[in-house]
């Protein structure tokens, strides 16, 4: 039996109806053209190599970014708890944040030429802040909901299963955006080069379409399955006993412990692995590193949709901390076989460590999201009220710290190499192999850290059930 389907020993009455499971999964392409497209694939190549600012300075203007993303997250998660309306708490805000993050993103790309490098790092920072504000309005709730699909340890896993696989299928479209960004349909009209300013700009207006589309599905079709029977007429909830609530949950705490090196340690050489694909294997060719990134971009996408059915099979025999633990470790040896197959005279062996990679994203995607939801029942069981948006937004603020510290860790060691993109293709010996150093060495030390909360998380399947339990003898079966 295909493993996204629902299996015979979950029971119907915890099942999420299919139509609801794929109108929800949709809307992770909408987090990963805001988050993962944005910050890791288009941020660094438009605006340093299209636009020419300092690497440096970016990296500062996105620690802003994210540092008033995670300000903004516990707050629109204790409001989109405490909401009550007859669309219920999460699916007013989920329509509103589609909407207005749809409008924003195209102006992010279109500072105005006469500001000069200073007047367009403060472009970005005020035009970043108003777009995050809006995505928080959407991301928030949406987290929210996916904790409150389901009261089913394995199902869980399962709506998370379906979660990866929609957004490797955006990730495949999405590893071939530079390819196409930079490729001949926006070249200039001159030079043909490579124009990134031109195709970016123009793109945006697609990728913003994309995003109202598949941020609306959630609100349009998904039914929040506590709202009428619970929460409805559950007292609201204090913002700062909300936050104090929250920091008392030891199980919280490691997850977040975990998913912050795991966040980190991909994010904060996402930029420098393209520039070394670019400066080191390509000499400087965008345009070839691009295509080469597009391939090493899908194999990591393909191979984890096609793991999905053994990731969520093996979910299912072993508690999810083992199954995380275990994906990690896989990712660190793949990535170490990059200092050998980040290779000038033979770029496409780089392709290869992608296979293993994708095992530390998978784990991103697909476990540790049903893990947030099974910490929602701990929570219940503690406080005695369902705090789903509270707790995302208190585990989401330590992963955007972790985005600030990867942003800002990303450019400063870009910088630290010694890369000057005034150099071009000419960057001396020294600085390339740097750079390899780099990129190889700081993940394997970061996600290394992170294997030390996995083994200290407490919850496992045996445990979640007798919490479950507890909880029905004392609120019913939801």
Excluded at 103 to 128: K, Q
Excluded at 240 to 256: G, V
Excluded at 388 to 410: H, Q, V
Excluded at 411 to 431: H, Y
């Amino acid at each position: 039996m295909n493993v996204l389907t629902a299996s015979p020993s979950i029971p119907v009455s915890d099942r999420i109806p299919l139509p609801q499971k794929a109108a929800f999964s949709f809307g992770i392409w909408a987090d990963y053209l805001c988050t993962t497209l944005l910050l890791g694939s288009l941020w660094m190549p438009y605006f340093n190599i299209g636009m020419g600012i300092d690497p440096a300075k970016l990296g500062i203007v996105l620690m802003i970014l994210q540092a008033w993303n995670a300000v903004l997250d516990p707050v629109m998660g204790n409001v989109s708890d405490n909401t009550r309306t007859r669309w219920g708490r999460r699916r007013p805000f989920l329509a509103a944040g589609a909407f207005l993050t749809a409008m924003v993103f195209p102006w992010l790309w279109r500072p105005p030429a006469s500001l000069g490098e200073t007047g367009t790092l403060v472009y970005l920072l005020v035009v970043g802040m108003v777009f995050y504000t809006c995505f928080s309005c959407w991301a928030m709730p949406y987290y929210g909901l996916q904790l409150e699909l389901t009261p089913n340890y394995d199902e869980r896993t399962r709506l998370s299963a379906w979660m990866t696989f929609f957004g490797k299928m955006c990730g495949l479209i999405g590893s071939w955006a530079m390819a196409f960004i930079s490729g001949p349909l926006f070249a200039h009209p001159e030079t043909g080069k490579p124009d990134l300013v031109h195709g970016m700009q123009v793109s945006s207006w697609f990728i913003a379409g994309i995003i109202l589309v598949v941020g609306l599905m959630p609100a349009l079709f998904v039914r929040e399955r506590y709202y009428q029977a619970e929460t409805r007429t559950q007292a609201r909830d204090p913002f700062w006993q909300s936050i104090r609530e929250s920091f008392r949950c030891r199980p919280l705490w490691l997850l977040i412990g975990m998913s912050f090196f795991l966040v980190v340690g991909s994010s904060s050489v996402s930029a420098l692995g393209q520039y070394v694909n670019i400066y080191y294997v390509c000499h400087g060719d965008i345009a070839a590193a691009s295509i080469i990134g597009g391939w090493k971009g899908s194999v990591i996408v393909v191979t984890g949709i096609l793991c999905i059915p053994f990731y969520t099979w093996l979910g299912e025999r072993l508690d999810k901390k083992q199954v995380v633990g275990i994906m990690l470790l896989i990712s660190l040896i793949g990535h170490l076989s990059n200092i050998v197959l980040m290779n000038p005279h033979h770029p496409y062996l780089q392709v290869i460590p992608g296979v293993f990679e994708s095992a530390a994203i998978s784990a991103i995607w697909l476990f540790v999201p049903s893990m947030k939801a099974d910490i929602a029942d701990y929570d219940e069981l503690q406080t005695h009220r369902r705090r789903e948006g509270a707790l995302n937004a208190f585990y989401s603020w330590f992963i955007k710290a972790a985005l600030t510290c990867s942003m800002g860790l990303g450019g400063l060691v870009l910088s630290l190499s010694g890369f000057d993109v005034k150099r071009a293709s000419e960057q001396p010996p020294e600085v390339l192999h740097s750079m390899l150093l780099l990129y190889v060495g700081l993940p394997v030390l970061i996600w290394s850290a992170g294997l030390l909360f996995v083994w200290r998380y407490p919850l496992d399947r045996i445990q979640l059930g007798v919490i479950r339990r507890q909880l029905e003898a004392r609120r019913g079966a939801m």
